[in-house]
């Protein structure tokens, strides 16, 4: 990650980047992308978004996971269309964060819910593929 690059090996990540670009020149490279955050932990201003989803196009990524771990659709939408000007190729990501099998009647995370991200990802951001980001192991099999 470019956190771990920059604090703890005290390395350029794009100089890191780069190798790997140059040992696999065929293979896609992916990476995550916290939307509105970039890869850091903080929201950033939008053109920072732009601009290092433009040099991370640049250098090397062709497939960028967006997703943001509340499901804020602005924070998606925004760096779904640095990714989409960067030439990249979108995957824009649910994160599940509730069961739908057993949500009480009026629960936020029913599956109306999910259908309606899914729809704003696919016809507001232009998804090129829809993933599911299920980071506490939420989605059972009966899901």
């Not at 604090?7 to 995550?32: D, T």
């Not at 290092?52 to 997703?67: I, T």
Request: charged share 20%; glycine share 10%.
């Amino acid at each position: 990650t470019f956190d771990v690059a920059l604090r703890f090996l005290r390395e350029c990540p794009w100089k890191r980047l780069q190798a790997l670009r140059e040992l696999v020149p065929n293979v896609p490279l992916q990476m995550l992308l916290r939307g509105a955050n970039a890869v850091g932990y903080t929201s950033y201003p939008d053109n920072v978004v732009y601009e290092f989803c433009k040099m991370a196009r640049q250098e090397g990524v062709d497939v960028f996971r967006v997703f943001d771990s509340v499901n804020y659709d602005e924070n998606l939408l925004l760096g779904m269309d640095a990714v989409h000007k960067a030439g990249g190729v979108v995957q824009g990501e649910i994160c599940y964060t509730g069961d739908v099998m057993s949500a009480e009647p009026g629960s936020k995370y029913d599956l109306d819910y999910y259908l309606k991200l899914a729809n704003t990802l696919v016809h507001k951001g232009g998804t090129h593929v829809l993933g599911i980001k299920d980071m506490a192991g939420l989605f059972s099999p009966a899901s």
